[in-house]
């Protein structure tokens, strides 16, 4: 194996191959040799580049080109993107770009949209990075003309980031990246022209992710970057490949003050078995930085820069520890965030990767703010390596319908449409749908369709495309006024309702079946001023045109529904509140010992104000009463006043504020606060206007329809997802039914009463009681049984809920003995139809396909046994296919009482990708050394 080696070498460098070996050795030699080459092969082909996606954009050059820094192949963006202007950042910022792909972009000055599609695997998982570098090329000196300089950014259909470049210096290079999942074979990246400012790009680079990597992104979720550090004595300002594999940018963390001590290490840090949900690079673990022994506490903030739009971020962190040093004492330490506790007690392995992180906690600060507290047992001060914060990106947005869009498409490349900037999805978002289509988004739980196509006046020449005969929902057809040539096609299309081909040249005969469906009246045919029409006297061929106006029309129905008001019912109530408040003020003081939770304490004077002295009852029950409120910026909540006086004697107040602190999800109810007081126990919530479920399928003179009901099923159902799931620890509700589904004004579905909940550790599959709590009818039987409590309770629970949704009946029936229905739904089915369970107020308008779906889902959520259940993320997804949600609701940040301001995730004129010693100019950091803490600031953002 030497020689071959050093035969290997002089190959390299004489591209001659000489062997001094005996002829009794030769086959041997080749057999190695053809060993060697299939594992070289192999090698290479397993390179960690494979998959990586390099654009120069607005490099002119169609051949590749090797980056010198990098060693990865560059390509042209010509054939990626329609559209856009190749431009060269000015000579006097060339020689401080960090790299050849700063030396060039491509601009969009026309459309309002204009979108890349890179290749990508449907299914896989990737990192995204464009990046920005201005360099003045325009000459109009956009970026520190005092005038705002912002445009967005779409990843596929939905809302990405925005691109603020305002009073920044031309030479500074911006990055964005995004961590989504591929819905196709490609994946579009789309400029959006806000109106102030051209948008423009420098480069594209798309890395793949194993699917194992963060296991919170997935078709629903994206995550935008918004922070990565890595801490410890590190040169270089940026990190990436090779260091990385998958060529993520890790910022180094600033050189501090006394009170930090960086730590390095040559030993290998290993990775925990079975852990493969961010690959860190061990060179990432082998550098950490902790504080002086005399110091307890160590705070990190991470704020948003001034140019970055921080209404809706809603921020993940990931931490990542390894105890690199070579003391064997102990190390613990709680980690907070400005919310509270995230992680108690936590003591980093010795030489081993953890990463600390909780799926679906998002915090709602623009600022992030972390604390690294040392425990009382610990020896040793807390130690940090690494760090990750990405921001909440929502994959609301439904794509075209995949055949309307790749038919359309073949459309455009068929009569070279590309003036007309039709970028990106044909029809999503709805605002930038493609301009002469309309399409159809009334059916929620399908991809939007194409339903008219208008390319009239559209120079369109030579044949027609055959594209247009595979658009199974296409009504209506325009290509009048263009020059189309040869024979009319033989149109099979049953939806098409209107076909204007006038004013062209067509000529030979009219289909037959065309014909037919002509004079059935089933299709509004135009061919005037064709030659098809020389001898033709029929009105299809006549100047006249019929009125089509009723084919043209595309039905809308607007519901518009009336809320009947509640009976007010409180007097007796605001006589007893009002008794009450005659009692001696020193009855009416707080309780010492608040619950040290990070929502707001109203006294019992604030909820006598908001409530207007307990006015208006809005609700009752075995908990209590609930009171509607108005708090002071006009938000409206219900205020639930418990029946028992103290924590001691109620079971379910702690429960509930506990949960509901810690929780937060759009189909979840807010918890604005709570009162704990020598006179009232109460609960403080976001007021739902539309009351409660079992009200509107049961009582009222507004009747749900279906496609209303199926959308509450999926609120509900993507809300006990994120308990179960995206919680940790997991959460179960135990009281899932239909009173506690609220119903906001838009008829979104709100899970309320956590007062049962009950949480649990991946470790224990579940939860012992001493009874079976939960309402009759709803209860679990195998939970009834066994008394053992796991998510697959809540299942049952919302299995008895779906059946109630579309039967309109209760959980428990008099017919004329107590039948439960689950047992009157198969009663029912096994005597007549499916239809007999339906619901009457629908009156039949719903799909058939549909409700068997939903039926057969909902029956096998109350199987018996357990195991047999679906978890809630199939019952989601099963729903989301029949009814997805199209709408995303942006939740406001809650303000921070501290803000540090920054540049917009900035590489520096003076940085130079993968070379040590550039400097970290462009960024700014503090540092501190006060009371017994240290506190760093990183002042980037994004």
Same mark, same amino acid.
């Given at each position: 194996?030497?020689?071959?080696q050093h035969?290997k070498?002089r190959?390299?460098?004489?591209m001659?191959i000489n ?7 030769k086959l041997?030699w080749?057999?190695a =040799?053809l ?8 090698v290479h082909?397993q390179?960690t ?10 490099f002119?050059?169609s051949?590749?080109?090797?980056d010198s820094?990098l060693?990865?192949?560059y390509r042209?963006d010509?054939?990626?993107v329609d559209g856009?202007l190749?431009?060269?950042?000015? *000579?006097?910022f060339?020689?401080?770009?960090g790299?050849?792909?700063q030396?060039?972009?491509r601009?969009?000055p ?5 979108c890349?599609?890179?290749p990508?695997t449907i299914g896989q998982?990737?990192l995204l990075?464009?990046m ?6 325009? !000459?109009l000196?956009r970026t520190?003309g005092?005038?705002?300089?912002r445009?967005?950014?779409? #990843?596929g259909?939905n809302f990405?980031?925005?691109?603020n /470049?305002?009073?920044?210096d031309?030479?500074s290079?911006?990055?964005k990246e995004?961590l989504?999942v591929?819905p ?5 990246v789309?400029?959006?022209n806000f109106g102030?400012?051209?948008?423009f790009v420098?480069s594209l680079?798309l890395r793949?992710?194993?699917?194992t990597m963060y296991?919170f992104v ?7 970057y918004?922070?990565?550090?890595r801490?410890?004595?590190?040169t ?9 594999d998958?060529d993520r940018?890790?910022e180094?963390?600033? !050189?501090?003050? +006394?009170a930090?001590?960086?730590l390095?290490?040559?030993?290998k840090?290993?990775?925990l078995p079975g ?6 690079p061990?060179?990432?673990f082998q ?7 005399n110091?307890?506490?160590t ?10 739009d921080t209404k809706?971020l809603?921020?993940?962190p990931i931490?990542h520890?390894?105890d690199i040093s070579?003391?064997?004492?102990s190390?613990?330490?709680d980690?907070y965030?400005a919310?509270?506790l995230?992680f108690?007690d936590f003591?980093?392995?010795r030489?081993q990767?953890?990463s ?6 998002f915090?709602q600060n ?6 690294l ?5 610990s020896?040793l001060?807390p ?6 914060v990405y921001?909440?990106?929502r994959m609301?947005?439904?794509?075209t319908?995949?055949?309307d869009?790749?038919y359309?498409?073949?459309?455009k ?6 003036q007309?900037?039709w970028?990106?999805d044909?029809?999503?978002p709805?605002?930038y749908s493609?301009?002469?289509l309309?399409c159809? +988004?009334?059916?929620s739980?399908q ?6 196509v208008n390319?009239?006046t559209?120079?369109l020449r030579g044949?027609?495309?055959?594209s ?7 009504e209506?057809?325009d290509l009048?006024?263009?020059n ?17 081909l006038s004013n062209?040249k067509?000529d030979?005969?009219i289909p037959d079946?065309?014909?037919q ?7 509004d045919?135009r061919?005037e001023?064709?030659p098809?029409c020389s001898?033709?006297k029929?009105t299809?061929?006549s100047k *006249?045109k019929k009125?089509t ?10 519901p518009v ?6 009976v007010?019912?409180g007097i007796?109530w605001?006589?007893?509140w009002?008794g ?7 009855s009416?003081y707080?309780?010492e010992?608040p619950?040290? #939770?990070?929502?707001?304490r109203?006294?019992?004077?604030e909820l006598?104000h908001?409530?207007?002295d307990?006015?208006?009852?809005v609700g009752?029950?075995?908990f209590g009463?609930v +009171?509607?409120?108005t708090?002071e910026n ?5 205020v639930k006043?418990?029946?028992e006086k103290?924590?001691a ?7 509930e504020?506990?949960t ?7 189909n =979840? &109810?807010?918890?604005?606060g +709570?009162c704990?007081n ?5 609960? &403080?919530?976001d ?5 409660? /479920?079992?009200q509107?399928l049961?009582?009222?003179?507004y009747s749900l329809?279906w496609?209303q !009901?199926l959308?509450?099923?999926l609120?509900?159902a ?6 179960h799931?995206?919680?940790t620890p997991?959460?179960?509700h135990?009281d ?6 609220l119903l ?9 009463d956590?007062?049962?909940s ?14 079976a709590?939960?309402?009759?009818g709803?209860i679990?039987p195998?939970?009834?049984a066994?008394y053992?409590?796991t998510?697959?309770t809540?299942v049952y629970s919302?299995?008895i809920? /779906?059946?109630?949704i ?6 428990l029936?008099?017919?004329p ?7 009157w739904? !198969?009663q029912?089915?096994?005597m007549g139809?499916?239809?007999?369970v339906?619901d009457?107020r629908? /009156?039949?308008?719903?799909d058939?396909s549909s409700?068997q779906s939903v039926v057969?889902l909902?029956?096998?959520?109350v199987e018996n046994?357990?195991?047999d259940?679906?978890?809630?993320t199939v019952?989601a997804?099963?729903?989301k296919g029949l009814l ?5 609701? *942006?939740?406001?940040?809650?303000a ?8 917009d ?5 003076q940085?130079? =990708?993968m070379i040590?010693g550039a400097?970290?100019e ?6 501190g050394?006060?009371?017994?803490m240290?506190e760093t ?5 994004r």
């Amino acid at each position: 194996m030497i020689a071959y080696q050093h035969c290997k070498n002089r190959r390299q460098s004489t591209m001659v191959i000489n062997f001094s070996c005996s002829a009794s050795t030769k086959l041997t030699w080749i057999l190695a =040799l053809l060993l060697i080459l299939v594992t070289t092969i192999q090698v290479h082909g397993q390179s960690t580049t494979d998959g990586f996606v390099n654009i120069d954009c607005g490099f002119t050059n169609s051949s590749a080109y090797i980056d010198s820094t990098l060693k990865i192949p560059y390509r042209f963006d010509g054939e990626l993107v329609d559209g856009g202007l190749s431009n060269e950042i000015l *000579k006097e910022f060339m020689a401080g770009a960090g790299n050849e792909q700063q030396k060039t972009l491509r601009s969009f000055p026309d459309g309002s949209r204009n979108c890349y599609t890179l290749p990508s695997t449907i299914g896989q998982k990737y990192l995204l990075r464009a990046m920005f570098t201005y360099g003045n090329y325009d !000459r109009l000196n956009r970026t520190m003309g005092g005038s705002l300089f912002r445009f967005g950014l779409h #990843i596929g259909v939905n809302f990405w980031e925005a691109v603020n /470049l305002t009073n920044t210096d031309p030479s500074s290079t911006i990055w964005k990246e995004v961590l989504t999942v591929a819905p196709g074979n490609n994946l579009s990246v789309c400029l959006i022209n806000f109106g102030t400012g051209t948008p423009f790009v420098s480069s594209l680079e798309l890395r793949p992710l194993q699917d194992t990597m963060y296991p919170f992104v997935n078709t629903s979720v994206s995550i935008s970057y918004f922070n990565r550090i890595r801490f410890g004595n590190v040169t270089d300002p940026i990190t990436r490949y090779p260091t990385d594999d998958y060529d993520r940018f890790w910022e180094s963390w600033p !050189r501090t003050s +006394y009170a930090w001590i960086n730590l390095d290490t040559d030993k290998k840090v290993e990775r925990l078995p079975g852990d493969s949900a961010f690959n860190v690079p061990s060179t990432i673990f082998q550098k950490a930085s902790t504080i002086d022994m005399n110091i307890s506490s160590t705070s990190i903030i991470v704020a948003a820069g001034p140019n970055l739009d921080t209404k809706s971020l809603q921020l993940l962190p990931i931490f990542h520890f390894a105890d690199i040093s070579n003391s064997s004492l102990s190390r613990r330490f709680d980690i907070y965030s400005a919310e509270g506790l995230l992680f108690p007690d936590f003591s980093p392995l010795r030489f081993q990767m953890d990463s600390k992180y909780k799926i679906g906690h998002f915090l709602q600060n623009a600022d992030v703010f972390f604390t690294l507290n040392k425990t009382s047992s610990s020896r040793l001060p807390p130690l940090i390596n690494a760090l990750e914060v990405y921001s909440l990106v929502r994959m609301d947005n439904l794509t075209t319908d995949s055949g309307d869009a790749k038919y359309i498409k073949e459309v455009k490349t068929h009569y070279n449409l590309a003036q007309r900037n039709w970028n990106g999805d044909p029809c999503s978002p709805r605002e930038y749908s493609w301009e002469g289509l309309t399409c159809d +988004y009334s059916k929620s739980n399908q991809n939007p369709r194409i339903v008219t196509v208008n390319l009239s006046t559209s120079r369109l020449r030579g044949g027609f495309a055959i594209s247009f005969m595979n658009m199974t929902s296409l009504e209506n057809l325009d290509l009048s006024h263009n020059n189309l040539t040869g024979a009319i096609p033989d149109y099979q299309l049953k939806s098409l309702k209107f076909l204007d081909l006038s004013n062209n040249k067509l000529d030979g005969p009219i289909p037959d079946s065309i014909l037919q469906r002509f004079q059935a009246g089933s299709l509004d045919l135009r061919l005037e001023g064709n030659p098809v029409c020389s001898n033709v006297k029929d009105t299809y061929c006549s100047k *006249k045109k019929k009125n089509t106006t009723s084919t043209m029309l595309i039905a809308v129905i607007v519901p518009v529904v009336l809320v009947s008001l509640l009976v007010v019912m409180g007097i007796l109530w605001k006589l007893y509140w009002k008794g009450k408040s005659g009692d001696d003020e020193d009855s009416m003081y707080e309780e010492e010992t608040p619950l040290h #939770i990070d929502i707001r304490r109203f006294t019992y004077a604030e909820l006598k104000h908001i409530t207007n002295d307990f006015q208006s009852v809005v609700g009752k029950g075995g908990f209590g009463t609930v +009171y509607h409120g108005t708090l002071e910026n006009d938000d409206e909540v219900a205020v639930k006043v418990l029946m028992e006086k103290s924590i001691a004697e109620s079971t379910d107040f702690l429960p509930e504020v506990q949960t509901l602190s810690k929780v937060h999800h759009k189909n =979840l &109810v807010t918890l604005q606060g +709570y009162c704990q007081n020598k006179n009232c126990l109460a609960l &403080v919530y976001d007021f739902m206007p539309r009351g409660n /479920l079992q009200q509107l399928l049961r009582g009222g003179d507004y009747s749900l329809n279906w496609e209303q !009901r199926l959308h509450i099923a999926l609120d509900a159902a993507q809300g006990l997802e994120y308990l179960h799931e995206l919680c940790t620890p997991s959460i179960v509700h135990r009281d899932v039914k239909t009173p506690n589904i609220l119903l906001d004004k838009n008829l979104v579905g709100i899970i309320s009463d956590f007062g049962l909940s009950r949480a649990f550790n991946d470790a224990r599959t579940h939860i012992s009681t001493a009874a079976a709590a939960g309402t009759p009818g709803y209860i679990d039987p195998e939970y009834h049984a066994s008394y053992q409590i796991t998510v697959k309770t809540d299942v049952y629970s919302f299995g008895i809920v /779906l059946l109630e949704i579309f039967t309109g009946q209760p959980p428990l029936l008099m017919d004329p003995q107590t039948v439960h229905l689950p047992n009157w739904v !198969r009663q029912k089915i096994a005597m007549g139809s499916i239809h007999d369970v339906v619901d009457k107020r629908l /009156l039949d308008q719903y799909d058939a396909s549909s409700l068997q779906s939903v039926v057969d889902l909902a029956m096998n959520c109350v199987e018996n046994a357990a195991i047999d259940r679906p978890t809630m993320t199939v019952v989601a997804t099963r729903l989301k296919g029949l009814l997805p949600t199209v709408s995303s609701e *942006k939740q406001s940040a809650s303000a921070t009482p501290r803000r540090t301001y920054s540049m917009d995730s900035e590489i520096p004129r003076q940085f130079q =990708l993968m070379i040590s010693g550039a400097s970290n100019e462009g960024s700014s950091f503090q540092s501190g050394y006060t009371n017994g803490m240290s506190e760093t600031s990183l002042l980037s953002g994004r």
